[in-house]
């Protein structure tokens, strides 16, 4: 069983930064497997940024030179540094283990850009 431990969300203002922190606990081999999604009321949840198995990084168009997802190995630790945030940043942010159909999710961080 894996457990995932958010933090780092709230409220910033349009072209400032927020890092998000995720800590894996449990049955966890690697970062490899960790990413980054995000969710607004009554859309999908999609993909912000996560490691491929080959150990890249895929990003969402939309965050791409904007937000930087980076981690570590030894303690099973993934941040996903946001800066020159936009409003349409804003959404419930979940940190995930494994593919979206059978991993383990966070229980999401708010992040709001608003001036």
């Known amino acids: 069983q894996v457990q995932l431990v958010e933090s780092g969300g709230g409220l910033v203002q349009p072209g400032g930064s927020l890092r998000l922190s995720c800590q894996a606990s449990?049955?966890?081999?690697?970062?490899?497997?960790m990413g980054w999604y995000r969710q607004t009321l009554g859309n999908e949840r999609e993909l912000v940024a996560r490691?491929?198995?080959?150990?890249?990084?895929r990003y969402a168009d939309s965050v791409k030179g904007r937000f930087v997802l980076s981690g570590v190995n030894a303690n099973y630790t993934i941040f996903l540094q946001m800066n020159d945030m936009k409003s349409e940043d804003t959404a419930v942010y979940y940190c995930?283990?494994?593919?979206?159909?059978?991993?383990?999710w966070g229980q999401g961080t708010q992040v709001t850009v608003a001036s």
């Open positions: 995930l283990y494994g593919g979206t159909a059978f991993g383990t």
């Open positions: 449990g049955r966890i081999f690697t970062i490899y497997s």
């Open positions: 490691f491929t198995n080959e150990g890249r990084i």
